[in-house]
């Protein structure tokens, strides 16, 4: 595997990175108000439905990442 193939593999292995972080710091800061109960969640300032798009957006960005990491790999065919 050459040293360019090798960096841009690791430039995007950080940049998947750091969004995965950045996502996980927003998904951290969502407020949830729970009213009742305790069983009923009503949500004060961002919807399920949006919880659930920052979740698939993190996996989608793991995801690449090993695909990155597979694809980068010394050894793989073509290189």
């Known amino acids: 595997m050459s040293n360019s193939t090798q ?3 690791l ?3 950080l940049t ?3 969004r995965v972080h950045d996502l996980e710091h927003l998904l951290g800061q969502v407020n949830l108000k ?3 109960d305790g069983l009923e969640s009503h ?3 961002i919807g399920p439905n ?4 920052m979740q698939e ?3 989608r960005e793991v995801r690449a990442s090993l695909a990155t990491c597979w694809l980068g790999m010394p050894g793989w065919p073509d290189q």
Do not use: C, K, P, S
């Open 57 to 59: 957006e993190m996996d």
């Open 11 to 13: 430039t995007r292995l």
């Open 50 to 53: 949006q919880i659930a798009q």
């Open 43 to 45: 949500f004060a300032t």
């Open 16 to 18: 998947l990175n750091n």
């Open 34 to 36: 729970v009213l009742g």
């Open 7 to 9: 960096y841009a593999a």
